[in-house]
């Protein structure tokens, strides 16, 4: 029986063996997975950086256009779709005029939609004025000239 024992055992420190080396490669196996999974993390945060700010220096030189060209479309558009929000009236610089609408139109919740619709309509006006004006005259009267309303 001791025989059997002694067998037994050589047996189970050969499986062990073979389980500890099984785990050492297994180890350094995932190592290697690590290291090259930090080393693709490390590359596309470099990558994914380099994007950003390609997209900000766009968006900085687009937002620096589009601020210092005319804004006749933008508010145009704006004034149609969304004149009741006084947004057109913001984007050109208007801030007393712009919270005059927000607030006509925000009053619309309480007076059943009559001062919504008011500040609507002028914003349906304003911005098919400004879209029917030449960019030079548009420029000329709402960018150069300051004339806050029609």
């Known amino acids: 029986m001791s025989d059997d ?9 050969d499986m062990l063996g073979d389980a500890k080396e099984g785990a050492k490669k297994a180890n350094d196996k995932a190592k290697e997975f690590a290291g090259d999974a930090k080393e693709k993390a490390s590359e596309f945060s470099r990558e994914a950086k380099e994007s950003a700010r390609e997209f900000s220096d766009s968006a900085k030189e687009t937002f620096d256009r589009t601020s210092s060209e005319n804004k006749k479309v ?4 704006l004034g149609i779709l969304l004149g ?5 009236k913001f984007i050109l610089g208007y801030n007393k005029e712009g919270i005059i609408l927000l607030i006509l139109g925000l009053l619309g919740f309480l007076t059943c939609g009559l001062t919504s619709g008011l500040s609507g309509i002028i914003g349906l006006i304003e911005g098919i004025i ?18 806050p309303w029609f």
Not at 84 to 88: A, C, E, F, P, T
Not at 133 to 145: C, I
């Open 5 to 13: 024992n002694k067998n037994l055992s050589d047996d189970l420190n």
């Open 74 to 77: 933008l508010t145009g558009v």
């Open 84 to 88: 009741w929000l006084g947004i057109h």
């Open 130 to 147: 400004y879209l029917t004006k030449s960019d030079e005259e548009f420029y000329n009267t709402y960018q150069a000239g300051r004339k």
